[in-house]
T-cell receptor, first 114, second 112 residues
Framework: NAGVTQTPKFRVLKTGQSMTLLCAQD?????MYWYRQDPGMGLRLIHY???????AKGEVPDGYNVSRLKKQNFLLGLESAAPSQTSVYFC?????????????FGQGTRLTVV | RKEVEQDPGPFNVPEGATVAFNCTYS??????FFWYRQDCRKEPKLLMS???SGNEDGRFTAQLNRASQYISLLIRDSKLSDSATYLC?????????????FGQGTTLQVKP
């Protein structure tokens, strides 16, 4: 019963390095999201997807790219990491619309950029 | 201005107290509303959806006022286990369909 799985769970990057965070869900959800969480800032939406092959910008998209080539996977890329991207990253998926929609989250990826 | 705003707190209350959290949202295209709970360094989890008519789940009551673009959460008879951060969440419709926006969260500490 995996739900939403994020890999890796922890990572330390040097400034300028690139990396990809993987989010996988096994609930056949259409909607997927990437957030970052910094102290006192709550969760801020980076990018989201409303279906396979679609992506859209969230509140803080700069410095990140995403792809949704398969319905179950949503990838977040950092092309050239900066210390300001040190954060906890959460992925989520949901069925989409409606008052009873529930978003399920992965356990988070703790990224440090030095 | 953030699309969803909450008083960050912290709210420090004794066990058994009643505590209320407020949230305002700015986008009139907001379709659905939720309260999530987040424990320290863990992922957020759905606490309850918020319906226009108001809804209750045990000690928790949620209210929505679409005219004022205001959402509230009331916790009665607080327990130590209620200590957490409570996140107000809005799901958008229209040109931003599917966009799920979180407030910055309100921290609750329930003390013996």
């Amino acid at each position: 019963n995996a739900g939403v799985t994020q890999t890796p769970k922890f990572r330390v990057l040097k400034t300028g390095q690139s990396m990809t965070l993987l989010c996988a869900q096994d609930m056949n959800h259409e909607y997927m999201y990437w957030y970052r969480q910094d102290p006192g800032m709550g969760l801020r939406l980076i990018h989201y997807s409303v279906g396979e092959g679609t992506t859209a910008k969230g509140e803080v998209p700069d410095g990140y790219n995403v792809s949704r080539l398969k319905k179950q996977n949503f990838l977040l890329g950092l092309e050239s990491a900066a210390p300001s991207q040190t954060s906890v990253y959460f992925c989520a998926s949901s069925t989409g619309q409606g008052a009873n929609t529930e978003a399920f989250f992965g356990q988070g990826t703790r990224l440090t950029v030095v | 201005r953030k699309e969803v705003e909450q008083d960050p707190g912290p709210f420090n209350v004794p066990e058994g107290a009643t505590v209320a959290f407020n949230c305002t949202y700015s986008n009139s295209a907001s379709q659905s509303f939720f309260w999530y709970r987040q424990d320290c360094r863990k992922e957020p989890k759905l606490l309850m959806s918020v319906y226009s008519s108001g809804n209750e789940d045990g000690r928790f009551t949620a209210q929505l006022n679409r005219a004022s673009q205001y959402i509230s959460l009331l916790i009665r008879d607080s327990k130590l286990s209620d200590s957490a951060t409570y996140l107000c969440v809005v799901l958008l419709w229209g040109s931003n369909t599917g966009k799920l926006i979180f407030g910055q969260g309100t921290t609750l500490q329930v003390k013996p």
